[in-house]
């Protein structure tokens, strides 16, 4: 059964820093692109980051370029995302996210996480 579990989220202040986690189990996890995803309330879940199998590609939403970093070890079956920075606007559920590079292509990812709240007062 594969697991995608999420840690690292809570309550911080404009300006601050987080550094999300999610661990993988039940997958081969160097065979899957992995992404994060988040949903703030009222609003349909967006993509955030996105990391290739070895980690050497990455890609980023417009809204958080600059801030946020995502990574991946694969010796340790988790990718992270490093959130510098952080705003208000960055209230949300985040999501971790796996994909098979077929499933990618389409913009399709097979598991999902059960997500972490990061909340950003201002």
């Known amino acids: 059964q594969v697991q995608l579990v999420e840690s690292g989220g809570g309550l911080v202040q404009a300006g601050d820093s987080l550094r999300l986690s999610c661990a993988a189990s039940g997958l081969t996890f160097s065979n899957y692109i ?8 009222g609003k349909e879940r967006e993509f955030v980051a996105q990391i290739s199998l070895n980690g050497g590609s990455t890609y980023y939403a417009d809204s958080v370029k600059g801030r946020f970093t995502i990574s991946r070890n694969n010796a340790k079956n988790t990718v992270y995302l490093q959130m ?3 705003k208000p606007e960055d209230t949300a559920v ?18 999902w996480g059960q997500g972490t709240q990061v909340t950003v007062s201002s």
């Open 84 to 86: 510098n920075s952080l």
């Open 34 to 41: 992995m992404g994060w995803f988040r949903q703030a309330p």
């Open 94 to 111: 985040y999501y971790c996210a796996a994909a098979t590079p077929r499933a990618a292509i389409s913009g399709n990812y097979d598991y």
